[in-house]
């Protein structure tokens, strides 16, 4: 099952570059990123759950990360899970059509905060990959 938690972890980091650089394209193309849009965020989100849950599992069963440092192993799980809040954070946004909860009063595309989402769970699944490889 660690395997699997190591392929998905790939598969989830390359999704999440996939998406923040869909994202960069469409703005500076000017352009809305278009429907099939909708079905990455689909796919990224159900992934980066089901890496959550299969982490979660593996933790639940006893297998811990032996990471160097204090927080290495605590690390890694921070960096596994936040994408997953950011996300939340990303639909209330877009739900509400402006960044009124950063600070930012006016109108927002809907696409955007999940562009933005994806390019910060793209660092932070990376660095969770890369303390769950032991780099």
Request: charged share 10%; net charge positive; proline share 3%.
């Amino acid at each position: 099952m660690s395997a699997l938690h190591r392929v998905i972890g790939f598969a989830v980091v390359a999704i999440f570059a996939l998406g923040w650089i869909w994202g960069l394209g469409a703005k500076i193309a000017r352009r809305q990123p278009g429907d099939a849009f909708w079905t990455w965020l689909t796919v990224a989100q159900v992934t980066a759950g089901a890496q959550a849950l299969l982490g979660t599992i593996l933790l639940l069963m006893g297998r811990r990360l032996e990471a160097d440092g204090v927080f290495g192993g605590t690390l890694h799980y921070i960096y596994g899970y936040l994408p997953l809040l950011l996300f939340v954070f990303a639909h209330v946004v877009a739900r509400e059509g402006t960044a009124r909860a950063i600070g930012i009063d006016r109108p927002i595309q809907r696409w955007v905060p999940f562009a933005w989402v994806s390019f910060i769970s793209f660092g932070l699944t990376l660095r969770a990959l890369m303390t769950g490889l032991g780099l």
